[in-house]
């Protein structure tokens, strides 16, 4: 079995502050590790993914995210918002099974 | 670059009719999801299909509910005898392996039933 678990469904932040948004997965094997955003009216884009190997992943838009097994949790950060950034993110696992799972999501606001 | 398409974007319908999300997936693809996502909720599964057939589903996925793949480039889904809360907006996607690969998703389309 596995399940995602996204803290706050809303983050504000102002313009250049720091972005955390927080995922916390549970998985019965190893998992493979997804944040995707989605802007308004718009689908779904992998922002950045973890599979093996190297833990702090980086992604497009200036995004980063750091696997930890032992919190057993996959933090998205970004050092200074920009207002394009205001979106919804999903963080999203796929464990034993390969269909990716995904957290309810967080509305990220940027505030100028 | 390649992307995942759904038609049409925006579909009404009336409660009790049949509804078909169309969508074309990547072409070198061979995972093909359905997933909904209704306001203000989570995405949610529905199925997944590989080499022709339902390879999972999820437990939203009743007899209402069906896939196919006519021709080999399109995926579809159809929803028999639509409800008020099938309204949603229904995402396809596809991948071009199984696990740890990435779902490349289409844009959706918004169903909303009356």
């Known amino acids: 079995a596995q399940s995602v678990t996204q803290l706050g469904s809303h983050v504000s932040v102002s313009e250049g502050a720091l972005v955390l948004l927080r995922c916390n997965y549970s998985?019965?094997?190893?998992?493979?590790l997804f944040w995707y955003v989605q802007y308004p009216n718009q689908g779904l884009q992998l922002l950045l993914k973890y599979t093996t190997g190297a833990t702090l992943v980086k992604g497009i838009n200036g995004f980063e995210a750091e696997f930890k097994k032992s919190e057993t949790s996959f933090h998205l950060t970004k050092p200074s918002a920009h207002m394009s950034d205001a979106a919804e993110y999903f963080c999203?696992?796929?464990?034993?099974?390969?269909?990716?799972?995904f957290g309810r999501g967080t509305s990220l606001i940027v505030h100028p | 670059e390649p992307e995942v398409t759904q038609t049409p974007s925006h579909q009404v319908t009336q409660m009790g009719q049949e509804v078909i999300l169309r969508c074309v997936p990547i072409?070198?693809?061979?995972?093909f999801y359905w997933y909904r996502q209704i306001l203000g909720q989570k995405v949610e599964f529905l199925v997944s299909f590989y080499n022709n057939e339902i390879s999972e589903k999820s437990e939203i996925f009743d007899d209402q509910f069906s896939v196919e793949r006519p021709d080999g480039s399109n995926f579809t889904l159809k929803i028999r005898s639509t409800k008020l809360e099938d309204s949603a907006m229904y995402f396809c996607?596809?991948?071009?392996?199984?696990?740890?690969?990435?779902?490349?998703f289409g844009q959706g389309t918004r169903l909303t039933v009356v």
């Open positions: 999203a696992v796929s464990g034993g099974s390969y269909i990716p799972t």
């Open positions: 996607a596809s991948s071009a392996k199984g696990l740890g690969t990435e779902a490349f």
């Open positions: 072409s070198n693809h061979l995972y």
């Open positions: 998985s019965s094997v190893p998992p493979y």
